[in-house]
């Protein structure tokens, strides 16, 4: 592979969203790990960006960046206590650590040629492709059409719509204050 | 593959999803215009809703009549066939009962939102029988699972409820993304997404070995949680012991009879045995894989659930560790269903299934009307429920009977079905281990039975009443338990074969 | 272009981080975030695929864009049932969500 300037954008992106994942699952401080999960996930949304998928790195930001991190940062900062608790970390941190590299090296296997670099031959699946076909210049607003399409994703659009609702009402309903809808007698909760 | 555009067959393939919304929403509105005291029956409103629906697919949900182009509909997200319509039957016949159920528990009885998420967790299940798409496949398990997180949690002045919402959500949440990365790979080595499509191109595309086990094994992991196979199943004491009762009924009879549908047809596209291919050039095998990795998660399900249920002292966790345990016979099952291909084996599965549906309803209308009446979910404290309410104790003793294998309760003929496949697919070794593994059960069921019948306790004089909503969900499993082990064996098992026959259509 | 393992490195990478974070953070915040790691480390996977194995058909890209969806509903039942719990106990630490244990 030659150094282009595609290749060395790509290792940006594919560092930062790396270096920050770490850094969220290995920070003490939760807040300071909410904003790693920002940085990995914008890096996550430049990886998109290489890859012919600007609306879903503008989703990605939008969305992810915008919506569910915030979200979180929200949470941890409801839950106090939390941010200051003295060990992150489970007493078995150590085989977590064994678990998450030989899943690593199991995936690595199967999806890159190492092991036909390495003379295993017949054990990865071919992934060496480096110059697919352009993408059509139409294929957002296909996207658009056909996520409202019958005969192609109207459904999961519709069904998606309906998770939407009902997580909406449960996780309001689960949080809503005791005692402001009115309840039948002997209901009252006890907080 | 060109997939079906018939409008009229389309609508009929997800009537019973656009009914079930149009309930949700009808459940939501009542609960703000009818006033406080008429809200306890708005269970009615849903449990006789999602009752009729569940008519309305057996009666009019007749599939297209065809082979597999004219059943793949909506852009080939669903196949309408007769395995998707038993098993939406099942799936919401156990929402309506679960519902029956709620009306029993005082902090839930009443509220219209908790009826809602209920009916989409049902929607989800439904579409988990019918889904024929990577993406309908993943966003109809996420409906399930994220509502039934929420439904777990719903008690929130109850510590046990809200921890049990907690590690339910998590591990689900945790192994849900191994199935998406499982089908993330799944499309990778394909380029599609329609699992019939993908699984011709998965066969015949000369792919290596590993890439195609990793996946599968990805994939198997969210399946593993669902249906609660040892080795993932550590939620399932915990989460069942603390959740609001009728959401153990659920979370053991629809969501994991869902799961065993789509485990079915999963399989048997993506992966199929070579003879289903027929004509097609350089068909490789991938079958034999998921038969082994089925069986043998089937014998560590089976005897690790018999035996640790041999100690349980809290009935919600007996019925919890039994759950595990029947999770590996129906694995019997599915090992079974590639091996041969005559459909026997997917039809014991189907069969099985509906009858555990409503043994564990059963099962936990039970110990509902038993927590509400003692405050105890002590095995010991069923003492003299023969006494305080023998109607209670025979049905008690049905659904035992029918875990059990002991006719003429239906689990019987479920069990007989699940070995014979068995032997007819080679696997006579699992044949015998379910065996002894049935004679192991037999014990910790009939000890509770003992308890109920045997033994005396000093409030035999307290009788527990059984309310109207009871009397119906009760009913309405005792008759399909004891008529589906005698007299209607033939018509159920017809019907499930024809499905099974329509899960081998690939082509 | 840089060929399609690189990606996939990246995904699997992605991936692995969160699932040590997963099984050996203490607090359900961090866990969920991690959780938020993987499937983000799926969202790499489904397009670098798309956009190397099938690039005409949209299927890639739409999967993707349901993930989104199904992320976002996930992080707001699982923050609420958080919060809930917080209530209760002023503590989200309880080593009873620590899932290496069970």
Redesign the interface.
Known sequence: MDITVESIVFLIFGVLTLGSALLVVTTRNLFHGALYLMASLFGVAGLFVLLAAPFLAGVQVVVYIGAIAILIIFAIMLTPQVTAMRSVRTAQWPVAVAVAVIFFALLVSVVTPLMDELGVDDFAADFTQENPPDVPADSLVRLGEQLVDPQQFMLPFEVASVLLMAALIGAVLLVWPEGTRSTPPGEAGDD | MNFSTDTQASVIAILPEILMTILAVAVLVYDVIWPEERRVQLGYLAGFGLMSIAGVVWLIGVPPAGGLQEQLLLGGMVRHDDMAQIFRVMVILAGALSCLLAMGVLKLRARGDFYAVLIVAVIGASLMSAAADLIMIFLALETTSITLYLLAGYLRDDDRSTEAGLKYFLFGAFTSAFTLYGLSLVYGLTGQTNIYELGKTLATNGLPDPPVVIALGLVAVGFGFKISAVPFHFWTPDVYEGAPTPITALLSSASKAAAVGLLLRFLLAVFPPPELLGALEGVKDYSAFWVQLAAVLSVVSMSLGNVLALVQSNIKRLLAYSTIAHAGYILIGVAAISTDCSGDGAAAVAFYMFMYVLTNILAFGVVILFANATGSEQISDLAGLSRRNPWLALAMTIALLSLAGIPPAAGFIGKFLLFRAAVNANLVWLALVGIVNVIIGLYYYLVVVKVMYMERSEDEDKPIPVGTPYSWALGISVAGVLLFGTILVTPLLDWATDAAHALYVLL | ??????????A???????????????????????????????????????????????????????????????????????????????????????????
């Open positions: 272009m840089v060929p399609l393992w690189m990606y996939l490195m990246v699997a990478g992605l991936f692995s981080i969160g699932l040590y974070g997963v099984l050996a953070r203490r607090n359900a915040i961090a866990i969920l975030m991690s959780i938020e790691l993987m499937l983000n480390a799926v969202n790499i996977n489904l397009v670098a695929f798309w956009r190397y194995q099938a690039p005409l058909a949209l299927n890639g890209q739409a999967f993707a864009a349901f993930v989104f969806v199904v992320a976002a509903a996930e992080a707001a039942v699982g923050l609420a049932l958080i919060i809930t719990i917080y209530r209760r106990r002023q503590s989200v630490i309880a080593e009873d969500v620590d899932l290496l244990k069970w």
